[in-house]
Structures are given as structure tokens and as C-alpha cells.
């Protein structure tokens, strides 16, 4: 056999072999995303829907060894405090049995959404909130005069609270602080609906840490740590049993 022949068999042989290998890792990643978002919907209990990206290549080849690597979760409407976020998870060294080394997280509400919650309306009722680029504000007219007026908030957070607390109010052109108001004539009982409001996250699936909150175009975003180990679901949250029974691993 001529070394040329030889080298045009050797050359067939390897890209048979990679486009073999390119297949089984497309056939197996196709399959680890399936799992994956099984698990999420079982974990968090997404109602539309659940998103898998898997980070790097042969990522699905990875699996067979028990290692996917970075994952991100995009899961949509997920119910809480009455109502819809939409989720998006960043999980660091996720392995086939579930277990990651922890990663991070968003919580994005819409501002419509946000606005048809008790915990929203409490903070100042008849007010719509929406965001000037930078802040979570609140829009409407003051009182009984009509004027219309931006509430500029300021949030913050503790591991499983949200505080929205008013802190200037732009009426006219003009920044006036809230705690100036009352002595305005007719603002009395305007100011007096500008209270801080704390609202109740709830239960959290276990590992997941409120760390912050910000305002985004396109709603609130509460922002959280995960704990190595990955997301797991409370006892007597929907589909917790099947998760506890296995339904949040990634492999079987």
C-alpha cells in the first residue's frame, strides 16, 4: 500500500471517528438538556416553559463521565407572591446527579405584573412603578390636585425581604425629599402613603440567598446567591415529592 493511500484511509478513519463522536454528543447533550429541565421545572415549578444552554463543547460527551460543567436555566413563570417571574440560573460545575459548586441567580417580575400584587399596591396605592433608567419609581398624581408625580425609590434587601423605601418625589422639574412633603400645604395625606414597604419573598428553594434587587428595563430583578449543591425544593412546594423521589437528578 502506497504511503499516500495510507495517508487518505488514516485521514477517512479520523473524520469518520469525529463525526461519530460529533453525533453521539449531539444524541447525548440533546438528552442532558432534557433532564436538566425536567429538574428545574420540578425545582422551581415553572409553568411555560424551561430554557437549557450548556456551556463548552462535547459538553454532551461530558455527561457519560458525570460532569456537565456550567449550565444556565431559563425558566418562565415561575408563581410566586402572586405573581409570574421569569428565572435564570448560572450553575458552576453541575454534575449528572445535580450537584453543582453553586452559582447565581435572577428573578425578573414585570412591571404590570408587579403592580397587580397586594405587597406592590401597599407601597403606594393608585401608583404604577416602572423605572427612570436607574431607579424603581412610582408615577401617578398627587392626591386630589391631579399633579403628576414620579416617586424615585430606593431598595434594598435582606436573605429573604424586599424594601421599597420612597425617597424623592419629582413634581414640576423639581427633586423634593419625601420626608419634606408633609410640611407642604395638601401633601399631608400624599406623604402619608409614602411609606416604606417590606415584602415577604417567601420560601426560597434551599441554597438560594436574596443578595439584591434593581430596576431593569423590563421589570423588577431580584437578584440571589446559590450555594453549592444546587437548587432543591422545600417540602410541600408544588412537585417537591417528585423531586425529592428523584426527579431534580440529571441522570437515569
Known amino acids: 500500500m502506497s504511503r499516500r493511500r495510507r495517508v487518505v484511509i488514516t485521514a477517512l478513519c479520523l473524520t469518520a471517528v469525529l ?4 453525533t453521539a454528543d449531539v444524541v447525548v447533550e440533546h438528552r442532558v438538556r432534557g433532564r436538566v429541565a425536567e429538574a428545574a421545572a420540578c425545582r422551581l415549578g415553572a409553568t411555560r416553559g424551561v430554557q437549557v444552554d450548556l456551556d463548552g463543547t462535547l459538553a454532551g460527551l461530558r455527561a457519560l463521565t458525570g460532569t456537565i460543567g456550567t449550565v444556565h436555566v431559563g425558566a418562565d413563570g415561575v408563581r410566586r407572591r402572586g405573581a409570574d417571574f421569569d428565572v435564570d440560573v448560572y450553575l458552576r460545575d453541575v454534575s449528572t446527579g445535580g450537584s453543582s459548586s453553586g452559582g447565581t441567580a435572577t428573578a425578573t417580575v414585570g412591571y404590570a405584573a408587579l403592580d397587580r400584587t397586594a405587597d406592590a399596591r401597599g407601597a403606594a396605592d393608585g401608583l404604577k412603578t416602572g423605572t427612570d433608567g436607574t431607579h424603581l419609581t412610582l408615577s401617578g398624581t398627587a392626591g386630589g390636585t391631579g399633579m403628576p408625580v ?38 399631608g395625606a400624599f406623604a402619608d402613603r409614602l411609606k ?11 441554597g438560594a440567598t436574596l443578595t439584591g434587587a434593581h430596576a431593569a428595563e423590563d421589570g423588577l430583578v431580584l437578584d440571589f446567591d446559590v450555594a453549592a449543591g444546587g437548587l432543591k425544593a422545600r417540602a410541600g412546594a408544588s412537585g417537591s415529592a417528585a423531586c425529592g423521589a428523584g426527579g431534580g437528578r440529571i441522570d437515569g
Open 19 to 22: 463525526a461519530a463522536a460529533g
Open 150 to 187: 414620579t416617586v424615585v425609590t430606593k431598595l434594598t434587601t435582606t436573605a429573604h425581604s424586599l424594601t421599597i423605601t420612597p425617597a424623592t418625589v419629582r413634581v414640576l422639574g423639581r427633586d423634593l425629599p419625601v420626608s419634606t412633603l408633609s410640611a407642604l400645604p395638601g401633601a
Open 196 to 206: 416604606p414597604r417590606t415584602i415577604d419573598i417567601g420560601k426560597l428553594p434551599d
